[in-house]
């Protein structure tokens, strides 16, 4: 990612080879700043925060926590169930 801005501010494409700069500059180095958080398994990481969100002292056990991946190109909301599980209403 830092790469892409770097060389060009145009929107970037992705495809099963990976990513592609899809203009010419100018870019901007600004990229190195962030810290690019990435997620290796969706799914995990929904239960995992799901859980700390059950558990915390402040949220009470008798509200359900449901668990979701938003797919960005289809538009649709998935399930993620051992999320929905990990949440469940405690008695």
Request: zero cysteines.
């Amino acid at each position: 990612m830092r790469g892409l801005l770097a060389s060009s501010l145009k929107t970037a494409t992705v495809d099963a080879s990976g990513w592609h700069d899809s203009g010419n500059g100018p870019g901007s180095t600004e990229g190195k700043y962030i810290d690019w958080l990435t997620i290796a398994d969706n799914a995990q990481s929904v239960v995992e925060d799901v859980t700390r969100i059950r558990n915390h002292p402040l949220v009470p056990g008798d509200i359900p926590i449901y668990g979701y991946i938003y797919d960005v190109k289809t538009g649709e909301l998935q399930e993620v169930p051992d999320a929905t599980r990990a949440g469940a209403v405690r008695s």
